[in-house]
């Protein structure tokens, strides 16, 4: 699977939307661009996945760049209950081992 | 549906002694997996399984073993627990390849101290 690389951590306003940015250089054609989060010490909880096209659902938008090379998920307007670590990782679709990196510590502030 | 259970939630254990950590899912999936996470870190695979029978190592399978004799169940046994077991435990499930929804699903955790 191919390494991504986030930030350690960002910050943004509750209200404001928050970019989160992911680097995928070495991705491979069959990859998919998965984004977990985990509240706390709570289990991970999927938000998205996306192949080239960009994703929205009912939690985030998932923007991927032409290239593929990098992504960035969009919460549109964060709270403070999505102050949370957020892992990017790529992997092939049904190849279910999911790698986790340290991932971006996000907090939200009032 | 409860989705990925893990019991316990927490156990302190003393060097030596062994346990298991139990995992159930009820969603059919295939694929389970076990996870541990270390304070600060992300976490890292220890053990997977992509069906009932089959079981393969992951980043950090020494001083763990694993089974699979049901689809729903993926204990996890710790035979002599030492200090550097210490740490949160994370099971996953989730459905394998030909299906579109392959998120994983994971546990609420199972916090273990070594002593």
């Known amino acids: 699977d191919a390494k991504t690389t986030q930030p350690t951590s960002m910050d943004c306003a509750e209200g404001r939307a928050a970019n989160l940015p992911c680097n995928h250089s070495?991705?491979?054609?069959?990859?998919?661009v998965y984004w977990y989060r985990q509240i706390h010490s709570q289990g991970p909880q999927y938000i998205i996945h996306?192949?080239?096209n960009n994703e929205t659902n009912e939690m985030a938008s998932l923007i991927i760049t032409e290239d593929r090379k990098s992504s960035t998920l969009i919460l549109p307007h964060a709270t403070l209950r999505d102050t949370a670590v957020y892992y990017c990782?790529?992997?092939?679709?049904?190849?279910?081992?999911?790698?986790f990196g340290a991932g971006t510590r996000l907090a939200v502030h009032p | 549906n409860a989705g990925v259970t893990q019991t316990p939630k927490f156990q302190v254990l003393k060097t030596g002694q062994s346990m298991t950590l139990q995992c159930a899912q009820d969603?059919?999936?295939?694929?389970m997996s076990w996870y541990r996470q270390d304070p600060g870190m992300g976490l890292r695979l220890i053990h997977y399984?992509?069906?009932?029978?089959?079981?393969d190592q992951g980043e950090v399978p020494n001083g763990y073993n694993v089974s699979r004799s049901t689809t729903e169940d993926f204990p996890l046994r710790l035979l002599s627990a030492a200090p550097s077991q210490t740490s949160v435990y994370f099971c996953?499930?989730?459905?394998?390849?030909?299906?579109?929804?392959?998120?994983?699903?994971f546990g609420q955790g199972t916090r273990l101290t070594v002593v």
């Open positions: 399984s992509v069906g009932a029978g089959i079981t």
């Open positions: 996953a499930s989730s459905y394998v390849r030909g299906r579109l929804n392959t998120e994983a699903f």
């Open positions: 990782i790529v992997r092939v679709v049904g190849y279910n081992k999911l790698i």
């Open positions: 969603m059919n999936h295939e694929y």
């Open positions: 996306g192949l080239k």
């Open positions: 070495t991705i491979s054609g069959n990859e998919y």
